[in-house]
């Protein structure tokens, strides 16, 4: 049979397709193409009650402070800064990773109680392998948290949400799969960001059509993330992705304004990690590490829940170790025990793992589990941190915990720290006063936040942390996922109803945006809940008063 050529004079479906991406990305034009955003009219009901929360994923804090400082922001600050309340130290839950803190948004439980523990994590009981990077599994962690989420408590709410991971029983979820997907396989990852706000479009034409604005809309903006990434917190293009995001939020509240109900609306600007700055050349390849010096038999990788249980059983019967390397800056090491994966390894294993990868140069600290206390070390020193218990009801704030330096130095370096010191009697101390107290170090909540990490199995047994200006990846210019400060703190603020302009609180946690939002909207929902978070509405009302 003779061959033909196709009209566009493409001769395999690979020229096609790419052909008809580039015909696609060219119609879709760009974010210079701004259109202003319409919302609603008079015919839709609007409720009295209602927040939006713009999560714009991997945010710098420092960086975007001095843009703030600089007036580069110039719409977050006229929107969200002069009319609300700043939480001076925020800091976000560990692992700091997004799908690990996306869940803690939506949830209010830090990711040892919810079971998500990053992007990747293996599961040591039911033998399965998670990674969300992929267009097969970015959607899978609906399935794998235990906790009803934010849409879930709210479930008789008007809910939306704008390219979010986590959306079990949301009333509409608006995923731009496509056009998202086109924009990445052509590099225009900043343009994903405009389509968040084009999509407020689509929810007025939806509020049109049900007679009803929604009482909670969940909005991500992906871009400055990946732009961290690839070219590093401190680089042009990661500045002008921030840009974006503020005329993209501007564009939002211009509409909203427009429409009478900004003064009504709750605003809440979060960001679910920091982005540190890490050389190209400064990277730590931890399995090889890891496997020629112990020799183990270790993997990266695995089956989902997608393969058979059997076929599960096989693979990971192969390894000794697996190694989940989560954010770039984080790894997890699950180690086989005695009598397979769902016994523990021995102590003295650990220990010997976690002193040679503290060796290195590229690792800031390690920890793992020793009984009912969780070991935390670098190259010269060790800690030992432990809870007094673990109510029920208690959230983090008001738990108890003990951290104790068993070596000549303090592995964290508090006792330099004026308010972290001050806890350094060996006795134990509430999670609120550890936050106070170590917010601006270098290891911010570690104490809380570690040894709530260990609840989980999905954790890993040693749990492995970068040095600042490392990572654990050859592929990255930024990074997150460590304990650090870079990683750990990141910017909240809140405006709205009632909220103090100008005000602000000196500490928060991002669990406790689940329980602050809720209240906003529906207060009588968080009766009979328990969260790791609390809600900081009475704070935000009160000029933020600690």
Known sequence: MKKTTNAGGFKSPTQKLVALLALVALLMGGCGRLKPVNLIDENVQ?????????????????????????????????????????VKNAVTAFPSITYAITTSFATGQVPGRHGVLGNRFFDRDQLFYVNYGT??????????????????????????????????????????WATSGIRWYFGQITEIDCLTAERFNLIGDISQQAGEW???????????????????????????????????????CDALQASGILESTYLLLISDHGMAACGRDNYLKLSELIEN?????????????????????????????????????LGKLYLRGKTGWSSPPRPQQLREIAD???????????????????????????????????????????????????????P??????????????????????????????????????????????RAGNLVIFAADGWDFSPANIGGHGSVRATDMMVPMV?????????????????VDVAPTIIEMIDQKKLEGRNF???????????????
Request: aromatic share 10%; proline share 5%.
């Open 214 to 252: 929604p009482s909670l809309i969940f909005a991500y903006f992906p871009a400055t993330d990946e732009m961290g990434h690839r070219y590093g917190p401190d680089s042009e293009r990661y500045r002008k992705s921030l840009l974006n995001v503020d005329e993209q939020i501007g564009r939002i």
């Open 293 to 329: 010096t112990t020799g183990l038999k270790l993997t990266t990788e695995g089956p989902d829940l997608r393969t058979p249980y059997h076929e599960r059983v096989e693979y990971f019967s192969q390894y000794e170790a697996v190694l989940a390397n989560g954010g770039n800056r």
């Open 46 to 86: 609007v409720p009295d009650k209602k927040a939006i929360i713009f999560f714009v994923d991997g945010i710098n804090r420092g960086g975007f402070r001095q843009m703030l400082a600089a007036g580069q922001l110039p719409q977050i600050d006229k929107y969200l800064i002069q009319r609300g309340t700043r």
């Open 412 to 457: 964290l370096g508090y006792p330099s720290n004026s308010r972290a010191s001050r806890l350094l009697d060996e006795k134990f101390h509430s999670g609120k006063d550890w936050l106070w107290a170590t917010a601006e170090s270098e290891y911010p909540d570690l104490p809380v936040q570690i040894i709530e990490m260990f609840d989980s199995d």
């Open 135 to 176: 267009t097969k599994t970015y959607r899978d962690v609906d399935d794998h948290y235990r906790y009803e989420n934010i849409y879930e408590i709210l479930n008789d709410q008007f809910s939306v949400s704008i390219q979010t991971p986590v959306r079990r029983g949301v009333y509409r979820k608006i995923d731009n």
């Open 356 to 410: 040679l990868v503290t060796s290195q140069p590229a690792v800031a600290l390690a920890a793992y589990r020793d009984g009912q206390v969780v070991v935390v070390q670098n190259a010269i020193s060790r800690a030992l941190i432990d809870r007094l218990d673990n109510v029920p009801g208690k959230n983090l704030s008001n738990r108890q915990y003990r951290y104790r330096v068993i070596d000549s130095q303090c």
């Open 532 to 546: 790791d978070g609390k809600s900081l509405l009475s704070e935000l009302e009160n000029k933020g008063n600690r």
């Open 494 to 510: 809140f405006a709205g109803p009632g909220i103090t302009p100008g005000g602000q609180i000196e500490t928060a946690r991002t």
